[in-house]
């Protein structure tokens, strides 16, 4: 069986907005009034973790 780790990922509203501005569609939805962020869509916002893990271990 699958070791089931859990990783925390700690960024910051304007590291959120610069994601945002690598991509053609926004990575998160930003809410200014809350202060808050959540990636647009779950599937792609997991690729894309896994592919900043791959890379960390090249």
Known sequence: MED????????TLTQANYINS??????????LNKKTFRPVNDVR?????QNLTRG???
Do not use: G, Q, S, T
Not at 4 to 11: A, F, Q, S, T
Not at 25 to 31: G, L, V
Not at 45 to 49: C, G, H, N, V
């Open 56 to 58: 960390e271990k090249e």
């Open 4 to 11: 089931n780790k859990k990783i925390e990922l700690h960024i």
């Open 22 to 31: 690598l991509f053609d569609r926004p990575m998160f939805a930003i809410d």
């Open 45 to 49: 916002f997991y690729d894309w973790l």
